[in-house]
């Protein structure tokens, strides 16, 4: 069949290419090319500026990231996580043999329910691990007080909630640390890439040790440590995406609201607000399929992908779902109707600078016929 255009959730945002030639020119005559350098730096510099963070630690991507931040704080036995996320989360945890202890999200902001968090606490307990899902804040202040209740520590993969904030303080401010992603998917990128925000001196220079092999200085290793240090390309990336991150997040918006209008008519499809009081990515266009739609959210997107709409089921089927989870702890959907329910219904759907407004419009229509 063809296509007009193959549609992508996840398509890279891209600023100034002449900048980002300029800055890599400059690296070359340089011959600085990783190991935390100028553009590094000044990257950390200007991220930890942004988020009004004491400390931001750039890193190889994301899921280094968290391995990081749950070894520097010493989590061990279990950890309290969503199952609803993407499988670094779990992952991480379990790369290190902690025990990821799925645990249920509310039914309207996808993210943990401090309640039911507070219900799967055990003597083996020692972290929450809490995800901004989707780029919207868990109930930050419920998930503090249960770990502040029971002496554990708290942290969030912050991977989709880059440039969100919550009651006002930027996501980067919360728990013990935070994580991003600068994936190349999300809405703002380093190519690979990643980091960890925190306002403790103390973590900050444990994972700043850990991160470059436990090197303190030369010939001196004083952690077990791994390699997990941003190269000099993907700052460079990072700071002329920087320059235009409010363009991109405009043009998110600009699409979002698009797609809410276009979607407004059709009977079944119900669209995941934002909450505008709050700053926010807008970069994830999340579509629930109810029952009053003619066709399940699975046979939804065979359509759309036959029309060359990649549209994406993220999170399905959830952690628990799949190996080494479903095996390790084959009853855990028992603990997770929420989990299970979403994942059976939650669409993505192409947003960023890469989506124009005729392709959203071709999206709408075939939602619309497809639904008719
Ligand atoms: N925690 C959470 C909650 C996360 O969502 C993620 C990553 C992490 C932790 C870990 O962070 P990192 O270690 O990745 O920094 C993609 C991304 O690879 C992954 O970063 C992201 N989450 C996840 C949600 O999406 P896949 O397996 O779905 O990738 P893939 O290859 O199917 O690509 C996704 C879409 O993006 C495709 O439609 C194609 C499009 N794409 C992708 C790339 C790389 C482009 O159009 N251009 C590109 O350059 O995981």
């Given at each position: 069949?063809?296509?007009?255009e ?40 200007r ?20 391995e ?16 609803f ?22 039914r ?42 029971y002496?554990?520590?708290?942290l ?18 919360f ?53 997990g240090?941003m ?9 002329v ?25 059709i ?6 607000p ?43 089927p ?11 702890q ?11 329910h979403?994942?059976e ?20 229509g ?7």
């Amino acid at each position: 069949m063809q296509f007009e255009e193959v549609l992508h959730v996840g398509a890279p945002n891209i600023g100034g290419r002449e900048e980002f030639h300029r800055l890599i020119d400059e690296m070359f005559d340089r011959r600085w090319l990783t190991n935390h350098g100028m553009l590094v730096q000044e990257f950390e510099s200007r991220l930890a500026d942004y988020l009004g963070v004491k400390h931001c630690i750039t890193l190889c991507n994301g899921t280094t990231g968290l391995e990081l931040a749950i070894r520097a704080l010493d989590l061990s036995g279990e950890v309290i996580v969503p199952s609803f996320t993407f499988i670094a989360t779990a992952h991480a945890l379990k790369w290190q043999e902690i025990t990821p202890v799925f645990c249920d999200i509310d039914r309207c902001s996808y993210t943990l329910d401090p309640d039911v968090v507070e219900r799967r606490i055990t003597a083996e307990t020692t972290g929450i691990l809490g995800v901004h899902l989707y780029g919207r804040p868990c109930e930050i202040d419920r998930l503090q007080s249960v770990a502040d209740r029971y002496d554990l520590k708290l942290l969030f993969d912050a991977a989709h909630a880059f440039g969100c904030s919550h009651g006002g303080r930027m996501i980067g401010n919360f728990g013990r640390c935070e994580v991003f992603s600068f994936h190349a998917t999300k809405v703002f990128n380093t190519f690979e890439g990643g980091a960890i925000t925190t306002n403790d001196d103390q973590l900050a220079q444990r994972i700043r040790l850990m991160l470059n092999f436990g090197f303190a200085e030369y010939d001196k290793v004083v952690y077990l440590g791994t390699n997990g240090k941003m190269s000099e390309v993907c700052a460079a990336m990072g700071l002329v995406n920087l320059n235009e991150l409010e363009r991109f997040i405009a043009v998110n918006r600009m699409n979002y609201e698009q797609y809410r209008v276009g979607l407004e008519s059709i009977n079944g499809l119900e669209l995941m607000p934002y909450q505008t009081s709050e700053r926010c990515n807008w970069q994830y266009i999340v579509v629930e399929v109810r029952d009053a739609y003619s066709k399940s959210r699975d046979e939804l997107i065979d359509v759309l992908h036959s029309t060359g709409i990649l549209a994406r089921r993220y999170f399905w089927p959830g952690c628990h779902r799949m190996e080494p989870y479903c095996s390790l702890q084959p009853d855990a959907g028992q603990f997770l109707p929420v989990t299970d329910h979403v994942a059976e219904r939650l669409l993505v759907l192409p947003n960023g600078t890469a989506t124009s407004s005729s392709a959203i419009n071709r999206i709408i229509g075939v939602l619309r016929v497809a639904g008719g």
